[in-house]
């Protein structure tokens, strides 16, 4: 696996480093980076912490750093505001100042959580990001969205805060279980269809994990050079880093049936795709074709193609949706695979056609 570095213009500026064994250098980098930092409080969770704590925190401290380690529950139920309060609480403990920075070492729920810890405590402090999972390395590592989840939905309390650095180091995914793995392909998989006709035909081409190892470079770099153009371009998610959420709306419909625990975000995701692309199809236009394309890659893959739930969850995620604009909401569709097409619509136009789909 090559080494490779991707620069995103967003924010200040700030490189995507992915290497193998780059935890280890992690000391090194972040000390380019943040060079008047002292302190370095580190956010993991239970999961994470054990298996690579010791050896990031290792590095850091070789190059000086005074290191506080705050360890989360791992799961989508500690992304709330009580452990907002409680990491907000250690870091204050820790005295850290603004030239001081922040380190999440971990999937999503933890990038999350320590990049909206960070944006606000001392009014934003430097943030690093080191992802560990598949999901957190492709999408949410990468673009500067921070959030907690609410009781009314996901990810509805937040900041836009890009990271200083983003540590990628593709060895860990050897570590995590297969159904995880295979949950973070669904973003990956997700590139292929709003971006990427022969990604898309490539992933299709490779059904196993071991296959997708294989070429999880070139995987990695692909999908976060297609995250960086669109952020370098729409920051803030007012225009064209909309079609990064293809799937999300009926995905976080899924998620909150499911309580945030029965079904992953890429699993939610999965099936997401597949209704979208039939309700694109139903709104005339998705070729035809697609949505049969999507599900037989995503079932390759062992993620769910269709998740039941009921309707109220489906009216909670498009009234809630952040891609609402007044009484619309825009739909994120494909016109064919690799070709997006965002559409504006009432939402209770978009809820009618979903009940007629649906069947409710």
């Given at each position: 696996m090559d080494a490779k570095t991707?620069?995103?213009?967003?924010?200040?500026g700030y490189d995507i480093v992915i290497e193998p064994g780059v935890l280890d250098r992690a000391g090194e980098l972040v000390k380019a980076t943040l060079p008047r930092a002292k302190k370095i409080f580190v956010l993991t969770d239970s999961n994470v912490g054990p298996v690579y704590g010791p050896r990031f925190v290792a590095s850091l401290e070789t190059r000086g750093f005074m290191v506080r380690t705050h360890v989360i529950p791992a799961?989508?139920?500690?992304?709330?505001?009580a452990s907002l309060v409680e990491i907000w609480s250690a870091m204050a403990a820790f005295g850290m100042t603004r030239t001081d920075g922040v380190a999440a070492l971990g999937g999503g729920v933890v990038g999350d959580l320590a990049g909206l810890a960070a944006s606000t405590i001392l009014r934003g402090v430097d943030l690093v990001q080191a992802p560990t999972t598949l999901l957190s390395q492709v999408d949410s590592s990468v673009g500067g969205k921070t959030a907690i989840d609410l009781p009314e939905g996901k990810n509805l309390v937040g900041t836009f805060y890009q990271p200083r650095l983003v540590l990628m180091d593709p060895e860990v995914l050897?570590?995590?279980?297969?159904?995880?793995?295979?949950?973070?392909?669904a973003e990956v998989v997700k590139y292929g269809c709003?971006?990427?006709?022969?990604?898309?035909?490539?992933?299709?081409?490779?059904?196993?994990?071991?296959?997708?190892?294989?070429?999880?470079t070139h995987i990695l770099y692909t999908c976060c050079d297609i995250k960086r153009k669109v952020v370098n371009e729409d920051e803030h998610d007012t225009g064209l880093?909309?079609?990064?959420?293809?799937?999300?709306?009926?995905?976080?419909?899924?998620?909150?049936?499911?309580?945030?625990?029965?079904?992953?975000?890429?699993q939610a995701v999965a099936a997401g795709m597949v209704t979208a692309a039939n309700l694109g199809v139903e709104l005339?236009?998705?070729?035809?074709?697609?949505?049969?394309?999507?599900?037989?890659?995503?079932?390759?893959?062992?993620l769910p193609t269709e998740i039941s739930c009921g309707?109220?969850?489906?009216?909670?995620?498009?009234?809630?949706?952040?891609?609402s604009s007044g009484d619309f909401v825009t739909l994120i569709l494909i016109e064919d695979i690799g070709k997006v097409k965002p559409l504006k619509i009432q939402k209770s136009d978009a809820l009618e056609l979903l009940s007629r789909m649906l069947g409710r």
């Open positions: 991707l620069h995103v213009d967003a924010g200040g799961g989508e139920t500690s992304k709330c505001a050897s570590t995590l279980p297969t159904d995880v793995f295979m949950s973070g392909m709003i971006w990427d006709r022969e990604f898309f035909d490539f992933l299709a081409a490779r059904p196993t994990r071991e296959a997708l190892m294989a070429y999880i880093r909309m079609i990064l959420n293809f799937g999300h709306t009926l995905g976080h419909a899924y998620e909150l049936a499911g309580d945030y625990v029965k079904w992953s975000h890429g005339g236009v998705t070729a035809p074709d697609v949505p049969g394309k999507i599900k037989g890659v995503l079932a390759s893959l062992g309707f109220e969850h489906i009216e909670k995620a498009v009234g809630v949706d952040k891609k």
